[in-house]
């Protein structure tokens, strides 16, 4: 079948998809670069938000709207958490709940068995493509763990990905390789909370430290790290400069009061020393996370809290997200829900901020030379991504005509734009270049030299 995957929500759900891509490929598939083309549709939902089940009920009957004939799949979160709704939408032929998605190709041949091509028998073990997909990212995302056993009273995770647990170091490992054997410069590290990370006693850093040991990939980046379980062994792990200088640590909010409500086991003060300390180790890290504005019974004085909180922690990009009760959570039981109105107007100022944030962050790495993977050449421009997630740009001219998509190379951040910064390939005579040709040696070291290249 031509087969089109959409994908909702996080990038562990990107993930899987990738997964599943490669998984319906090997068994003798193809991809279709457009739904009208498909003959099968399969959507990894979300329900994080009422918005985010909204816009999958949508998504799952676009394609029967499309052509009658198209098979629907639903799978991911939405899905889970609402079988009976989701099963019973227009156009869905088969649901799969996030507990059987490792099993997705198998029910679809299950379900679909006059589809099932002729190369693929039930004992043949898939030989997986590891190479970029098409329409695919050029970064690769690795699930490394699924499931949560916490319980922030805010989050419906835990009831649609079901309890912690993770993949062997040895599994992780061997697709990281095949990954970057396959041509990836950056392999992305991502679960639900990664820094539970624990298969037989292993723990988040010896996942990593073996993976950097042990495979060639140009670039490792780790998304979500709690900040109530941080493993100061991983502070080493960085200085291998193939390890991004990019931590994702959710905040949720800047209000001590208000995190206990949302049974969050740290404080403010608690979330502020670890970032000292994180800091000290790592120069030039992006700090990332996430807040929520209006949580039940968030006065003027916690959002100001919440704020100032925001502010001081100068992060590299804040995702900001407007409070949304989800049916079954303890936060839907909570009360003196903030109006709908404040909850706007709160959450356009701390936009602002946001805002003021990453480009305060920009300007502190202007004149830093860099590696970035230009991932695509966007009409005039090349564009791609720094370690420590700055979307840069370059001009299609005389020294980036030879650039390739993928491609891992050096430049200097110039000037701030509109939508990231403007940055120039660093030329082999730059006297800076030494350094970061220090960084190279490093890097060449465990991979083929074509992959990272100064330009002419
Ligand atoms: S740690 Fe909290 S917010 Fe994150 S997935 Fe688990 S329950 Fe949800």
């Not at 502020?272 to 504005?293: F, M, Y």
Request: charged letters at 25%; a negative charge.
């Amino acid at each position: 079948m031509r087969v089109f995957f959409t994908n909702l929500g996080c990038k562990l759900n990107q993930a899987e998809v990738d997964r599943l891509s490669r998984q319906f490929l090997a068994a003798g598939h193809t991809l279709a670069s457009n739904l009208a083309d498909a003959e099968l549709h399969v959507v990894n939902s979300c329900t994080v938000t009422h918005l985010a089940a909204r816009d999958s009920r949508k998504t799952a009957r676009r394609g029967h709207r499309l052509n009658a004939d198209m098979k629907t799949v639903l799978t991911g979160c939405y899905a889970t958490e609402a079988p009976g709704e989701a099963a019973g939408l227009e156009g869905v032929d088969l649901l799969v709940t996030n507990d059987a998605k490792d099993d997705l190709l198998t029910r679809v041949h299950e379900a679909f068995p006059d589809r099932v091509p002729g190369s693929t028998s039930a004992e043949k073990s898939l030989d997986i493509p590891y190479v970029p997909l098409d329409f695919g990212l050029s970064r690769a995302l690795v699930k490394v763990e699924d499931g949560c056993n916490m319980r922030c009273s805010f989050c419906i995770i835990p009831s649609t990905r079901g309890r912690q647990r993770s993949r062997a170091v040895e599994e992780v490992v061997d697709e990281v390789e095949a990954l970057a054997q396959g041509g990836y410069r950056e392999v992305v590290i991502t679960g639900v909370q990664i820094s539970e990370y624990d298969h037989d006693g292993r723990r988040l850093f010896d996942l990593v430290h073996a993976v950097l040991e042990r495979t060639t990939v140009p670039r490792l980046r780790l998304t979500s790290i709690a900040p109530w379980k941080f493993d100061d062994r991983l502070l080493e792990l960085w200085q291998d400069p193939r390890l991004c200088r990019h931590i994702h640590m959710s905040l949720q909010s800047g209000c001590s009061a208000t995190l206990k409500r949302m049974r969050r086991p740290y404080s403010a003060d608690q979330y502020r020393a670890l970032v000292e300390k994180i800091r000290s180790h790592i120069p030039g890290l992006a700090l990332t996370t996430d807040v929520i504005v209006g949580f039940p019974g968030e006065s003027d004085h916690e959002f100001a809290e919440s704020l100032e909180f925001v502010r001081e922690m100068a992060f590299a990009r804040p995702h900001i997200f407007t409070f949304s009760p989800r049916k079954g959570t303890h936060a839907e039981t909570l009360p003196d829900h903030v109006q709908h109105q404040t909850k706007k107007e709160r959450t356009a100022i701390m936009r602002e901020l946001a805002t003021e944030s990453e480009r305060a962050f920009w300007r502190s790495r202007l004149g830093e030379n860099v590696c970035v993977i230009w991932e695509e050449r966007r009409g005039d421009h090349w564009t791609g991504l720094t370690d420590h997630y700055i979307r840069v740009f370059a001009p299609v001219d005389g020294s980036t005509e030879s650039l390739v998509e993928g491609e891992l190379a050096a430049c200097t951040l110039d000037s701030l734009r509109e939508d990231g910064v403007s940055a120039t390939p660093v030329h082999d005579s730059d006297p800076e270049l030494r350094e970061l040709s220090a960084i190279r040696a490093d890097l060449s070291a465990s991979q083929p030299t074509s992959s990272l290249r100064i330009l002419p």
